[in-house]
């Protein structure tokens, strides 16, 4: 299996993997995260706060998704999530947020605000195929 060859209808960026910006401010999550995206041909950064995602994406817009934990110290997802849409460089980039608690309003709140998806942890691979049949060509 070759890496990056992109079949019949290609992948996005010219047979370049979508870049999916992974933020968790745990190292366990943040791994099972990246490993979850990479078996499925993503090309993952991974940071560990809100802080650090925005810093990244002020260097490297060229993200295709962002997928957030709801609680991190500093800067929640939510957080983070109004802050990318409010920028209009990075609002276009699909925000996923993702938490151990099922709280609705929470969910609500997030998908109001422009979340593209509230994913309840762990995070399965399941998950991952369905985000990106729905959003990426």
């Known amino acids: 299996m070759s890496i990056g060859a992109a079949g019949a209808g290609g992948v996005v960026g010219g047979g370049e993997a979508p870049h999916v910006l992974a933020v968790d401010d745990s190292s366990v999550d943040r791994a099972v995260i990246a490993g979850i995206l990479r078996s499925s041909q993503f090309r993952v950064t ?36 109004k802050k990318v849409k409010e920028s209009s460089k990075l609002k276009k980039i699909p925000v996923v947020i993702m938490s151990s608690e099922n709280v609705p309003t929470r969910i609500s709140r997030c998908l109001e605000e422009g979340a593209e998806d509230f994913l309840l942890k762990p995070m399965r691979p399941s998950d991952v195929s369905r985000l990106f049949s729905r959003m990426l060509p």
Do not use: C, F, H, Q
Request: aromatic residues 8%; glycine residues 8%.
């Open 46 to 81: 991974a940071v560990d706060s809100g802080k650090r995602a925005l810093e990244l994406l002020g260097s490297e817009p060229n993200v295709s998704m962002i997928i957030t934990d709801y609680w991190m110290p500093e800067m929640t997802g939510y957080e983070l999530l």
